[in-house]
């Protein structure tokens, strides 16, 4: 099992912590603060209704979570380390020095939004192993990490974090120099100030600029950016076009950037009182998972379209994949039994409107399971790549019972008839043993590239029909054969 | 019926047009471009197939188009005007100069980013009908409409366009004053210019700058703009804290905005250059698509939650029902033959590893067909709200054919049989009108606390029996009543 250990667990490092917990890494928080654990505790939750649904495969069991007493006794051992303290240099500087007495080799990667990791690495042991790591909040939900070597660094090792990180189901991008604020921040930084004049002058509230930002650019930005939305814009013509049309305004006026507004305790409590009257109904709890839910849905939506956040997702999903155990590589099941394939956990995007899971998803999770079954007689993606498969030609779906969000499933199948280009079998989705869903499926084997059915390999047909003959004694279930409507017998 | 005017049909004057057209009203149109009837057709085609899909009601019907010869005749008797000719003051000048000689009093909206109101309004005839009203682009998707009126104008005509952009689903953000490039484009432009420094320095490139946007405060900002992220990122303290954390970064040199780059055409080829990279891949007009089924899902998962522009929209619908005869919602569809209710197009996750649509995606499609049924018989959200629905009791599929990646579907609905308590219907999933799914399926209706059946609500068997009865007389369908496996009659 793989460890992380997480210096400074506030709002970014819990963030992290969650997300490294959630992936299946053991995870050592080091934070002097007393509150610490109720406040990781409070992040957890949010991570936990809300990571899961981002993926379509069952979550890894989650890493064990202990708090050290000291630093090294939370460094010690560490795969990953990656500090998120206050940002202030000589704190950060006297915290490298005492991980790297102890870990002086492993990779350590800093939150900071503020400084350079030429700053970070001055007077270090082993400068080549800090850098910077700059996550946003909330680190357990958005892709984006920047990743900026400094000038001393290891390429190998940069390489490998990159790697770690995409395992988590980030986005890791790779600077090319060190520059203040990174990048994300230089936008975050330049659109904070003019915001602040705005309030300052008195021509808009923060609840205004909120919405100029959410019912407009906001939209576009979260699956495209700056100039995707631009070449857009330009129409037909495209990017120069935009740019000959729009070029020209950068030196209006239009700004007040030149200068920045005075930071005193005025301003701080315009903007405060403000926030108030704005989002001061909804806890920050409660906006925290509203927020959540939110970006969910939209990572949710892009996930479908696989674009932009959504294809990381999908990449993440499929690397998780392919790494998993085969079906037929575990201990021989009893074939003269219903197969039980697969467990599948209810996640939250399995939910519909009523409360409960969609019925597609019933769908779904007896597809996994026939995939599990084919896989299990030899019919597995190698034999797909090689031209041939097996279709499902019609489906039955009785409904037994709700499934709810975090069920714990399992799906299992009884082969009813098979020959060799018709396989006959009924699927028993079922919650601690009782039934909540069947499926009866007639599923034909068909060559893919002259799309019509013929005989499957004697190698498939050699494990699939013993296990027809073995299950030629089971009872027949009392919901196969049913047409839709027809009465209880 | 009413008409508005729409002054130069581009990229913004088109998206005007189609979000006035689908709203029912009729529009004429003034462009000299003779490209412009082909350019506001591939617009109107992206609105229609968008805009619909945000809303839970049948869309009125589509106003009439016309393109006019002069601009006095697109402006007679029309009672809003809006004007997207390009950023040149002394045009601009000369158009409503124009358009007051024929038409004083009709409010003239300008979509301009940057000119103020007391510019526009400088030399009119009727200054005080002549304000700002700045869109987002797709104006046919985004809500945001900034509303600024200049020194002279009328208050109560500015409250009746605001009304009237409501009406249209609009976001109307009035500015209590004028200012250099109104709101949301001074972030817009600070971003801009601090995104052109990172390229000319060799920061980073278009596409590096798109993806730390979107990958991550890009989806922040879609649901909260920054005020509201800013108080959650400070965690408890909220606000405060985040000012005391981060406010004195402002006197950090951290960007460059001190400064404008030269805009030449080295600059331009950079930036073009690196866009094609990017972006080449993809025609304009697909990206436009992409762009707007990116939208449609963000609002449709706003809307689910009645946040932010999902807000927007749900009040919108509350108007639109509101407004319309009480035993109706629209023009009622044709109830004597099998109901078209969803049209979908394939998405990349809704394939499968033999490279066609997943099983469980047909059921899902055919849920999406049910549950538009649900809503037209007024089982909507706010009765399941209310605690009622309908849950699937048994569906039967039967496979036709195979859909692909982006193949465009239909879903239509037949019922096959209605009481107080039971629903039997039939749905046909197609393409180009040739079946590729049916999904035959009994729903119950149910009183979800208690957990059983319970007659529905007379005003949803008022809506659902006359469909029935109107289905009787419709041929019941080949695959009707087949269980799993029987042989074809």
């Not at 909330?138 to 990180?165: F, N, S, T």
């Not at 939250?348 to 899971?357: C, F, S």
């Not at 409904?399 to 008839?417: C, F, I, K, N, Y």
């Amino acid at each position: 099992m793989a460890k992380a250990a997480i210096i400074g667990g506030g709002v970014i490092g819990g963030g992290w912590a969650a997300r490294f917990l959630l992936n299946g890494w053991d995870v050592a928080i080091f934070d002097p603060d007393p509150q610490a654990p109720r406040k990781l505790d409070a992040i957890l939750q949010n991570a936990r209704a809300s990571l899961p649904a981002l993926s379509d495969l069952p979550m890894q069991a989650e890493g064990q979570l202990r708090f050290a007493d000291t630093l090294a006794e939370a460094v010690a051992g560490a795969d990953y380390i990656q500090e998120s303290v206050p940002e202030r240099l000589e704190m950060k500087h006297r915290v490298y020095a005492e991980i790297q007495r102890t870990a002086p080799n492993t990779p350590l990667g800093s939150s900071t939004s503020g400084f350079k990791p030429s700053e970070l690495q001055d007077g270090a042991r082993n400068p080549a192993a800090i850098f910077v790591a700059h996550p946003f909040n909330p680190v357990y939900l958005l892709p984006l990490v920047e990743i900026v070597p400094g000038p001393a660094h290891d390429a190998a090792l940069i390489e490998r974090v990159k790697g770690l990180l995409r395992d988590l189901g980030m986005f890791p991008l790779h600077l090319r120099m060190e520059i203040d604020a990174h990048i994300a921040d230089r936008f975050l930084e330049a659109v904070w100030r003019e915001a602040l004049w705005l309030v300052k002058d008195g021509i808009a509230t923060t609840e205004e600029i909120d919405e100029a930002i959410r019912m407009g650019f906001g939209l576009r930005w979260a699956q495209m950016g700056l100039f995707e939305t631009y070449r857009i814009a330009g129409g037909e013509a495209g990017m120069k076009h935009f740019m000959a049309q729009f070029g020209p305004c950068l030196s209006s006026p239009w700004t007040k950037l030149m200068d920045v507004p005075e930071f005193n305790d005025a301003l701080v409590d315009l903007i405060a009182s403000q926030s108030d009257a704005q989002s001061g109904h909804h806890t920050i709890g409660e906006l925290e998972r509203i927020r959540d839910g939110n970006l969910v849905g939209f990572l949710r939506v892009l996930k479908e379209r696989n674009w932009g956040a959504g294809k990381v997702l999908n990449d993440h999903d499929a690397r998780r994949k392919s790494a998993m155990p085969a079906a037929s590589t575990g201990p021989e099941p009893d074939m003269a039994a219903p197969l039980v394939l697969t467990q599948m956990q209810v996640l939250p995007g399995w939910i519909d409107y009523n409360g409960h899971m969609a019925e597609s998803r019933y769908l779904f999770a007896a597809s996994e399971t026939s995939d599990a079954l084919l896989r299990l007689i030899g019919a597995d993606m190698t034999y797909v790549g090689g031209g041939h498969s097996y279709y499902t030609a019609e489906s039955h779906i009785t409904h037994l019972g709700e499934a709810r969000l975090g069920d714990d499933l399992t799906g299992s199948v009884q082969v009813l008839g098979a020959d060799d280009k018709r396989l006959h079998i009924f699927v028993t989705i079922a919650r601690h043993k009782v039934p909540v869903a069947t499926i009866e499926q007639i599923l034909l084997h068909v060559d893919m590239k002259a799309g019509r059915t013929c005989p499957a390999a004697p190698a498939v047909l050699d494990r699939l029909l013993p296990i027809r003959d073995a299950h030629a004694t089971l009872p027949r279930p009392a919901q196969a054969g049913r047409h839709v409507g027809e009465r209880k017998s």
